[in-house]
């Protein structure tokens, strides 16, 4: 019988990629499911160029509002663009356990982003199964010089233990610089995929 070539092996892998995202976004039961963004970390990973300057400042518009204020002024403008998609996402960074009530009405909601400012206990049980975790890592951990391990290895611990009765996606993004070290990207992965295989 002839060997698996490596090309044949990394289609296949592939190809589990893509039925492993299906059924996540149909909310059949799978592992969780890990998403590096890597943004402006680019520029540092393979060199993008240089001169690309953004003019103003990457701030969360809702953060820092009552959630009363967020169902007047700007639900309604969520609930109204939501209604042209088909599956949406709701993936703001700031906390979400507050404003449930309203973010659950929107239409076609799918998945909900769930950053370091909500509750992640509450937000599993709020979510269940009807909806996809979408866990927000904290992307602070990697673009430091010196990334802490035990550090990321803990939060992701924590919220792996949290959520084993959902549909989970682990995001790493807002990667705006890496501090010129793209190991630190691959490393956080490994750790990821260890506490993931640890708690599943």
Same mark, same amino acid.
């Given at each position: 019988?002839?060997?698996?070539?490596?090309?044949?092996?990394?289609?296949?892998?592939?190809?589990?990629?893509?039925?492993?995202?299906?059924?996540?976004?149909?909310?059949?039961e799978?592992?969780?499911?890990?998403?590096?963004?890597?943004?402006?970390?680019?520029?540092?990973?393979?060199?993008?160029?240089?001169?690309?300057?953004?003019?103003?400042?990457?701030?969360?518009?809702?953060?820092?509002?009552?959630?009363?204020?967020?169902? /007047?002024?700007?639900?309604?403008?969520?609930?109204?663009?939501?209604?042209?998609?088909g599956?949406?996402?709701?993936?703001?960074?700031?906390?979400?356990?507050?404003?449930?009530?309203?973010?659950? /009405?929107?239409?076609?909601?799918?998945?909900?982003?769930?950053?370091?400012w909500?509750?992640?206990?509450?937000?599993?049980?709020?979510?269940?199964?009807?909806?996809?975790?979408?866990?927000?890592?904290?992307?602070?951990?990697?673009?430091?010089?010196?990334?802490? /391990?035990?550090?990321?290895?803990? /939060?992701?611990?924590?919220m792996?233990?949290?959520?084993?009765?959902?549909?989970?996606?682990?995001v790493l993004?807002?990667?705006?610089?890496?501090?010129?070290?793209?190991?630190?990207?691959?490393?956080w992965?490994?750790?990821?995929?260890?506490?993931?295989?640890?708690?599943?």
């Open positions: 019988m002839d060997e698996v070539s490596e090309a044949e092996k990394q289609e296949c892998a592939e190809e589990e990629k893509i039925r492993l995202w299906k059924d996540h976004n149909d909310l059949k799978t592992r969780p499911l890990l998403l590096v963004d890597m943004e402006n970390g680019w520029n540092e990973a393979v060199r993008f160029d240089r001169d690309i300057q953004c003019k103003g400042y990457m701030a969360q518009e809702c953060g820092d509002i009552s959630p009363e204020m967020f169902h /007047e002024f700007i639900y309604p403008y969520h609930r109204q663009v939501a209604e042209f998609f599956l949406t996402c709701y993936a703001c960074c700031e906390g979400i356990d507050e404003k449930w009530e309203w973010v659950k /009405e929107l239409p076609n909601l799918r998945r909900v982003s769930i950053s370091q909500s509750d992640m206990a509450k937000m599993s049980d709020y979510l269940k199964g009807d909806f996809i975790y979408s866990y927000k890592a904290n992307s602070a951990h990697v673009t430091v010089p010196d990334m802490n /391990e035990s550090v990321i290895r803990g /939060e992701l611990r924590r792996f233990e949290k959520t084993r009765e959902n549909h989970v996606e682990v993004k807002d990667l705006h610089t890496i501090s010129n070290k793209p190991e630190q990207v691959i490393r992965v490994q750790i990821a995929r260890e506490e993931l295989n640890r708690v599943y």
